[in-house]
């Protein structure tokens, strides 16, 4: 089955500054979403997107799907950010549902 | 976006009884519903595929019999852990999309289970 692979593992962020999070995966796909698991366990929708670039206030990501990664940026951190994000994907011709990579445990300190 | 809503979002319970947590769609139907498992520290691994009408599709490792789904309607999905024992703790997430596999997917808030 496909794989997704997130990194970095685990960052940590004084307030305010940038951030880039990394999503590679192993075959085409035709969904590809970004979550933020907030410290309660709910899975926030961030991104749907397969392709392109999206951008919603801090957020924006960016799917190159020839090259099978898709990156997230946050800008101008909040502690606020802080939690899990996940990467997940659903390739192309399959029947598989949502793929989930291991997560960015991301900390933002004020 | 769409809503998912899932109940309970705690649950303890007894060894040997069994629980159901429910997942409604609240303003879509969803045509498949999939149930997530996550252990802490750990991602979301999927222990089942159901469509509404049809038996639910389970993944490999994962025990029919132990995790029963029902989809009864374009709304509404159910699991029950069957004969709950203490390893069977842990968050269960539902999601459901309105376009089948490939779709935008949306998640309902989560059930913690704890079994004592």
């Known amino acids: 089955g496909i794989q997704v692979e997130q990194s970095p593992p685990d960052l940590i962020l004084q307030e305010g500054a940038n951030s880039t999070l990394r999503c590679n995966f192993s075959d085409s796909v035709n969904n590809l979403q970004w979550f933020h698991q907030n410290p309660w366990g709910q899975l926030i929708n961030l991104f749907y997107i397969p392709s392109g670039t999206k951008q919603n206030g801090r957020l924006s990501a960016t799917t190159v799907a020839t090259e099978r990664y898709s990156l997230l940026y946050i800008s101008s951190s909040q502690t606020t950010d802080s939690g899990v994000y996940f990467c997940?994907?659903?390739?192309?011709?399959?029947?598989?549902?949502?793929?989930f990579g291991k997560g960015t445990r991301l900390s933002v300190i004020a | 976006g769409a809503v998912v809503s899932q109940h309970p979002s705690w649950v303890i319970c007894k060894s040997g009884t069994s629980v159901k947590i429910e997942c409604r769609s609240l303003d879509f139907q969803a045509t498949t519903m999939f149930w997530y498992r996550q252990f802490p520290k750990q991602s979301l691994m999927l222990m089942a595929t159901s469509n509404e009408g049809s038996k639910a599709t389970y993944e490999q490792g994962v025990e029919k019999d132990k995790f029963l789904i029902n989809h009864a309607s374009l709304t509404l999905s159910t699991l029950t852990v069957t004969s709950a024992h203490p390893e069977d703790s842990s968050f269960y997430i539902c999601?459901?999309?309105?376009?089948?596999?490939?779709?935008?997917?949306?998640f309902g808030e989560g059930s913690r289970l704890t079994v004592l």
């Open positions: 999601s459901a999309t309105a376009q089948g596999v490939g779709g935008e997917l949306f």
């Open positions: 997940a994907v659903v390739s192309i011709g399959g029947n598989t549902p949502l793929v």
